[in-house]
Nanobody, 124 residues
Framework: QVQLVESGGGLVQAGGSLGLSCSVSGKILSINAMGWYRQAPGKQRELVASITRDSTTNDADSVEDRFTISRDNTKNTIYLKMNSMKLEDTDIYYC??????????????????WGQGAQVTVSS
Protein backbone atom coordinates (compact mmCIF):
# COMPACT_ATOMS: atom_id res chain seq x y z
CA GLN A 1 0.00 0.00 0.00
CA VAL A 2 1.16 3.50 -0.80
CA GLN A 3 1.37 5.77 2.17
CA LEU A 4 2.11 9.47 2.38
CA VAL A 5 3.33 10.71 5.73
CA GLU A 6 3.48 14.43 6.37
CA SER A 7 5.43 16.21 9.04
CA GLY A 8 6.41 19.72 10.00
CA GLY A 9 3.11 21.43 10.66
CA GLY A 10 2.65 23.70 13.60
CA LEU A 11 2.32 27.25 14.80
CA VAL A 12 4.31 30.14 13.40
CA GLN A 13 4.09 33.89 13.73
CA ALA A 14 3.28 36.05 10.75
CA GLY A 15 6.43 36.82 8.85
CA GLY A 16 8.10 33.67 10.07
CA SER A 17 8.98 30.46 8.30
CA LEU A 18 7.88 26.88 8.49
CA GLY A 19 8.76 23.74 6.60
CA LEU A 20 6.74 20.70 5.64
CA SER A 21 7.87 17.34 4.39
CA CYS A 22 6.06 14.43 2.82
CA SER A 23 7.53 10.99 2.38
CA VAL A 24 6.03 8.35 0.14
CA SER A 25 6.41 4.71 1.03
CA GLY A 26 5.30 1.54 -0.66
CA LYS A 27 6.23 -0.37 -3.76
CA ILE A 28 6.72 2.70 -5.93
CA LEU A 29 7.72 2.27 -9.53
CA SER A 30 7.73 5.94 -10.44
CA ILE A 31 6.48 9.29 -9.28
CA ASN A 32 4.97 11.45 -11.98
CA ALA A 33 4.24 14.44 -9.79
CA MET A 34 3.80 15.49 -6.21
CA GLY A 35 2.38 18.58 -4.67
CA TRP A 36 0.99 20.43 -1.73
CA TYR A 37 -2.62 21.47 -1.39
CA ARG A 38 -4.43 23.33 1.33
CA GLN A 39 -8.04 23.49 2.36
CA ALA A 40 -9.90 25.95 4.51
CA PRO A 41 -13.24 25.16 6.16
CA GLY A 42 -16.06 25.28 3.65
CA LYS A 43 -13.67 25.71 0.74
CA GLN A 44 -12.38 23.43 -1.95
CA ARG A 45 -8.91 22.06 -1.72
CA GLU A 46 -6.54 24.24 -3.72
CA LEU A 47 -3.10 23.74 -5.14
CA VAL A 48 -0.26 25.44 -3.32
CA ALA A 49 2.69 24.10 -5.25
CA SER A 50 3.55 21.08 -7.33
CA ILE A 51 6.60 19.52 -8.87
CA THR A 52 6.73 17.08 -11.76
CA ARG A 53 9.13 14.36 -12.75
CA ASP A 54 11.12 16.76 -14.92
CA SER A 55 11.38 19.23 -12.00
CA THR A 56 8.85 21.65 -13.41
CA THR A 57 7.25 23.56 -10.57
CA ASN A 58 3.95 25.35 -10.38
CA ASP A 59 3.12 27.72 -7.55
CA ALA A 60 -0.13 29.41 -6.72
CA ASP A 61 -0.07 33.16 -7.20
CA SER A 62 -0.77 33.66 -3.52
CA VAL A 63 2.45 31.93 -2.48
CA GLU A 64 4.79 32.71 -5.35
CA ASP A 65 8.12 34.12 -4.15
CA ARG A 66 7.32 33.01 -0.61
CA PHE A 67 6.93 29.24 -0.77
CA THR A 68 9.37 26.85 -2.38
CA ILE A 69 8.69 23.24 -3.25
CA SER A 70 11.56 20.83 -3.65
CA ARG A 71 12.11 17.12 -3.83
CA ASP A 72 14.60 14.41 -3.02
CA ASN A 73 14.01 11.60 -5.46
CA THR A 74 16.31 9.23 -3.63
CA LYS A 75 14.03 9.44 -0.60
CA ASN A 76 10.69 9.83 -2.40
CA THR A 77 10.20 12.97 -0.39
CA ILE A 78 9.02 16.47 -1.16
CA TYR A 79 9.36 19.57 0.93
CA LEU A 80 7.62 22.87 1.21
CA LYS A 81 9.58 25.79 2.61
CA MET A 82 7.21 28.54 3.63
CA ASN A 83 8.66 31.99 4.21
CA SER A 84 7.11 35.33 5.04
CA MET A 85 3.99 33.59 6.20
CA LYS A 86 0.69 35.41 6.39
CA LEU A 87 -2.43 34.86 8.44
CA GLU A 88 -4.21 33.69 5.31
CA ASP A 89 -1.76 30.81 5.04
CA THR A 90 -3.49 29.16 7.99
CA ASP A 91 -4.92 25.91 6.67
CA ILE A 92 -4.58 22.19 6.65
CA TYR A 93 -1.91 21.26 4.14
CA TYR A 94 -2.21 18.01 2.27
CA CYS A 95 0.48 16.21 0.38
CA UNK A 96 -0.51 14.62 -2.91
CA UNK A 97 1.28 12.12 -5.08
CA UNK A 98 0.66 10.92 -8.61
CA UNK A 99 2.47 7.61 -8.70
CA UNK A 100 2.72 4.27 -10.37
CA UNK A 101 2.78 1.75 -7.58
CA UNK A 102 1.51 -1.59 -6.41
CA UNK A 103 -2.22 -1.32 -5.95
CA UNK A 104 -4.50 -3.25 -3.65
CA UNK A 105 -4.85 -5.75 -6.49
CA UNK A 106 -1.14 -6.48 -6.18
CA UNK A 107 -0.36 -5.02 -9.59
CA UNK A 108 1.18 -1.76 -10.67
CA UNK A 109 -1.32 0.97 -11.33
CA UNK A 110 -1.56 4.71 -11.64
CA UNK A 111 -2.55 5.97 -8.22
CA UNK A 112 -3.44 9.32 -6.79
CA UNK A 113 -2.78 9.46 -3.08
CA TRP A 114 -3.23 11.96 -0.27
CA GLY A 115 -1.39 12.49 2.94
CA GLN A 116 -3.16 12.80 6.25
CA GLY A 117 -2.92 16.57 6.38
CA ALA A 118 -0.81 18.87 8.51
CA GLN A 119 -2.25 21.81 10.39
CA VAL A 120 -0.43 25.07 9.79
CA THR A 121 -1.46 28.00 11.93
CA VAL A 122 -0.12 31.51 11.49
CA SER A 123 -0.58 33.88 14.39
CA SER A 124 -0.38 37.65 14.46
Amino acid sequence: QVQLVESGGGLVQAGGSLGLSCSVSGKILSINAMGWYRQAPGKQRELVASITRDSTTNDADSVEDRFTISRDNTKNTIYLKMNSMKLEDTDIYYCHADVVAVSNCDIYARLYCWGQGAQVTVSS
